[in-house]
C-alpha cells in the first residue's frame, strides 16, 4: 500500500459459528401457548441454536475467531474487539479471554455493547484503529449466548433469539479496493432504552437496594414499538450510507440486515426500494442472534454462493440502546468459512 495514500480497513476474512444444540418451532409448540405457524409468519424463524450448559460467550467467539483467521490466512492480529450484549462476567470483559485462547499474545482487546447493533460498532472500531495507525490488522468478533439471558417461558423472547457467533479480519489496505469498509453510519437514542432491556443486574438496580423480580433478570422487549423504530432507523442510517458511498439503489447487489425479524427486513428493503431476491437471510436457522447476526449471515451467504466476490453490499443493523448503523463494502475474493448444523 503506498503510505501516501489514506488507510482503508479492508475485510480479509470472515466466518460463522452456530452451537450443536437445536430448538425447532415443534419444541416451542410444546412448552408455549404458540404454533409453528404464528412463529413463522411473525418472524420467519424455524429453528435456533443453543450451547450446551457450561458453554458461554468466549467459546462462541473463540471458534468464531479461529475460523476468521484461517479465512484471513494468519495467525495473528493487533486488536481484538468483541461485541456482546451476554458477556461471561460483568467485569472483566470478554475480549481479553478470547484473545488469550487464541493465542494471540498480550493484544488489545475490549469488549462493545450495542446490542444487536454492536457488530457495526466494533466494525467502526477497527475501522477506526486502522485508520489512525493504531493496527494494521484487526479482529472483530460478534458472539452472545441469549439463551442464557432469555426467559424460556416468554413467548416474546423464547421464540426470537438464539445463539451463535461470527467473525471477521480487518487488514490495511486502499480505499479503493474489494474488500475495502466504506462509510459507516452509527447514531443512537437513549430516550427509548426501556424498549429492549434486562432491568436487574446493573449498577443501577443493585444501588436502588430493592429486590429485583425474577422476570427482571432476563431479556425484556416491546416488539411491535421496536419493529417501527428499526424500520425507520436501519432505512435512514442505510440511505445516509448510500449517499456517502456515492451509490443509488440500483448500485446495491446484496442487502445485508441484521436478522432480527424477516418481516424488519424486508421492511426496510421495500423501504429503501431493494428488490427481495437482493435480500440476504438465514434467520430461518438461525433466529436472531444479536451481534453475531450480521458476521454469520455473510459467512452464510459467501460460503453458500448468495454473496459473491464484487458484489456492492450494503449493511443495517438496529438494537437496544437503541443503537443502529449502515456500511457498505465491496465484497472480496475471500474464503469464507460458516460452521454450523442447520437441519435445513
Known amino acids: 500500500m503506498d503510505k501516501h495514500r ?3 480497513a479492508v475485510l480479509t476474512g470472515v466466518a460463522g459459528y452456530v452451537p450443536p444444540g437445536t430448538v425447532t418451532n415443534a419444541e416451542l409448540e410444546a412448552r408455549l401457548d404458540t404454533t ?7 418472524t420467519g424463524i424455524a429453528e435456533r441454536h443453543t450451547v450446551p450448559p457450561g458453554t458461554a460467550t ?3 467467539a473463540v471458534e468464531a475467531g479461529q475460523l476468521a483467521l484461517k479465512s484471513a490466512g494468519r495467525d495473528s492480529v493487533d486488536s481484538v474487539v468483541l461485541a456482546t450484549a451476554t458477556p461471561d462476567r460483568l467485569c472483566p470483559a470478554t475480549a481479553p479471554e478470547v484473545a488469550a485462547a487464541l493465542g494471540l499474545g498480550p493484544v488489545a482487546a475490549h469488549d462493545i455493547s450495542a446490542v444487536c447493533a454492536g457488530f457495526l ?6 475501522v477506526g484503529a486502522i485508520a489512525a495507525g493504531f493496527a494494521d490488522h484487526v479482529l ?30 480487518l487488514r490495511a489496505g486502499d480505499p479503493d479496493e474489494p474488500g475495502a469498509i466504506g462509510p459507516v453510519r452509527l447514531g443512537s437514542d437513549g430516550q427509548y432504552s426501556d424498549l429492549i432491556q434486562i432491568p436487574a443486574g446493573g449498577a ?10 425474577a422476570a ?14 428499526a424500520k425507520e432507523r436501519m432505512t435512514q442510517a442505510a440511505l445516509d450510507v448510500l449517499e456517502r458511498s456515492g451509490w443509488s439503489v440500483e448500485d446495491v447487489d446484496r442487502l445485508a440486515t441484521h436478522q432480527a425479524n424477516a418481516r424488519i427486513s424486508e421492511a426496510v428493503a421495500d423501504e429503501l426500494g431493494v428488490p427481495r431476491d437482493r435480500v440476504l437471510s438465514n434467520i430461518e436457522h438461525v433466529g436472531n442472534t444479536s ?4 458476521p454469520l449471515l455473510l459467512a452464510d451467504s459467501a460460503t453458500q454462493g448468495r454473496l459473491r466476490p464484487h458484489d456492492r453490499v450494503l449493511l443495517a443493523a438496529f438494537g437496544g440502546g437503541l443503537a443502529w448503523g449502515a456500511a457498505s463494502l465491496t465484497w472480496p475474493d475471500v474464503t469464507a468459512f460458516a460452521a454450523h448444523t442447520y437441519r435445513g
Open 58 to 60: 468466549r467459546e462462541l
Open 6 to 8: 489514506t488507510r482503508a
Open 291 to 294: 451481534a453475531a447476526s450480521l
Open 204 to 213: 443501577r438496580q443493585r444501588s436502588s437496594g430493592t429486590v429485583p423480580e
Open 36 to 42: 409453528d405457524e404464528w412463529i413463522r409468519s411473525r
Open 216 to 229: 427482571d433478570h432476563h431479556l425484556q422487549m416491546q416488539g411491535r414499538k421496536v419493529y417501527r423504530h
Open 140 to 169: 472483530v468478533i460478534g458472539a452472545e449466548t441469549f439463551s442464557a439471558i432469555v426467559d424460556p417461558k416468554d413467548r416474546n423472547t423464547a421464540v426470537i433469539f438464539g445463539d451463535a457467533a461470527g467473525a471477521v479480519v
Open 121 to 126: 460498532y466494533a466494525l467502526s472500531t477497527g
